[in-house]
C-alpha cells in the first residue's frame, strides 16, 4: 500500500499529539512516575502502549521501531520510528520538558535520510512541529527556513577533555552564544531546525536514532544539517534501535568553516569510553 506523506504527517500530529496530551494530564503523578525498571517509568509504557493501539487503529502497517518494545511488527508498507516519552528524567520530576516523537520512512528504507513525514509534539505547552516531503509545519502553519537562527547552543557533554575542547569551538563560533542542556533531544534539535537554536551537540555515545528522527526530518526540509565524528553526515539505519554515537546538528545559517572545527575537535574526541545509556 502507498502512502502519501502529507497524510502521514497529519496522522503523526494527531497520534502523537493525543499522547503528549495523556502524558500531560497524568504528570506529577504516581501513575506516571511509578519506576517499572532501569530508565522505564509508567507513562513511557502508558504513552507507547496507546501510540500503538493508535496505529493499529488508523490501519497502519508497519514495522514499529520504539523504545520499550525493541520492533512491533504490524505489517511491512512502512516504517515507523517512534520514542513515546523524550525526556523521561524531567517529566517524572515534573520538570516541563518533554515530548512524544514519530516518524515514518518508506518501506525498504535504510538511512535516517529517508524518513518522509513526522511530528514532534511538546508534553507541556506549545504546538506541535511536524514536517513532509519540503514543507514544515508548527501546529497548523506553514514555516519557512530560519533567515537566521537563535543563538542557543544545545549541548550534552561528559567528559572534561570534550567540555574544554567545546569551550575553545565556542569561542571560535564568535560572542554571544548561549548554552544550554535541556533534558529532550527531540525537541532541541527540532528547535534547531526553526530557527529557535543554531545547533545541538550529543558529545557521548548514547543518543539513538528514534530519539532524534523526527527532528532530524524537520532539520533536512528546513536547509540545516548534521554531522558524525568525521565530519561527514552519517549512516543512522532504521531498521531497529540504533545508538549513534557523537552528533552535530546545525540550522541552516552555521558558517562551513564553524562547522569544520567542530568536527575536527569535540565531535573526533568526545564520548571515548562512555556506555552506551539512555538519554531520558
Known amino acids: 500500500m502507498e502512502y502519501d506523506p502529507e497524510d502521514l504527517r497529519r496522522l503523526a500530529v494527531k497520534i502523537a499529539g493525543e499522547a503528549a496530551g495523556l502524558l500531560r494530564d497524568i504528570a506529577c503523578t504516581g501513575t506516571a512516575t511509578r519506576r517499572i525498571k532501569g530508565e522505564t517509568f509508567a507513562a513511557d509504557v502508558k504513552s507507547e502502549s496507546y501510540i500503538l493501539d493508535a496505529l493499529r487503529h488508523e490501519g497502519v502497517r508497519a514495522r514499529v521501531v520504539t523504545e520499550e518494545s ?29 515530548s512524544v516523537s514519530i ?25 506541535p512541529v511536524s514536517f513532509s ?21 544545545y549541548v550534552y557533554v561528559e567528559h572534561p577533555e570534550a567540555a574544554r575542547l567545546l569551550s575553545d569551538a565556542i569561542v571560535i563560533m564568535g560572542r554571544g552564544f ?30 539513538r536514532n528514534i530519539d532524534i528522527a523526527a527532528g532530524l526530518g524537520v532539520v533536512r526540509v528546513m536547509g540545516g544539517t548534521y554531522l558524525g565524528p568525521g565530519g561527514e553526515r552519517p549512516r543512522i539505519g532504521v531498521d531497529g534501535i540504533e545508538r549513534i554515537g557523537t552528533i552535530a546538528v546545525f540550522s541552516r545559517d552555521v558558517p562551513r568553516e564553524v562547522i569544520e572545527e567542530l568536527s575536527r575537535g569535540p565531535l573526533s574526541s568526545a564520548g571515548q569510553g562512555s556506555p552506551p545509556a539512555s538519554t531520558g
Do not use: Q
Not at 516518524?103 to 504546538?127: C, L, N, Q, T
Not at 542542556?181 to 530557527?195: C, K, M, N, Y
Open 133 to 153: 516531503d519540503n514543507a514544515c509545519y508548527i501546529g497548523g502553519s506553514r514555516v519557512e527556513p530560519p533567515g537566521e537562527s537563535e543563538r542557543f547552543i
Open 103 to 127: 516518524a515514518f520512512a518508506p518501506k525498504g528504507a535504510r538511512d535516517i535520510s529517508e524518513v518522509i513525514a513526522g511530528a514532534v509534539a511538546p508534553i507541556f505547552y506549545g504546538d
Open 70 to 98: 525493541g520492533v512491533v511488527d504490524m505489517g511491512d508498507d512502512l516504517i515507523a520510528l517512534v520514542d513515546p516519552l523524550d525526556g523521561s528524567r524531567n517529566y517524572t520530576n515534573c520538570i516541563p520538558w518533554s
Open 178 to 207: 548561549k548554552v544550554r542542556s535541556l533534558g529532550s533531544a527531540a525537541l532541541e534539535v527540532t528547535w534547531v531546525g526553526i530557527g529557535r537554536g543554531r545547533a545541538f551537540l550529543d558529545l557521548r555515545p548514547k543518543i
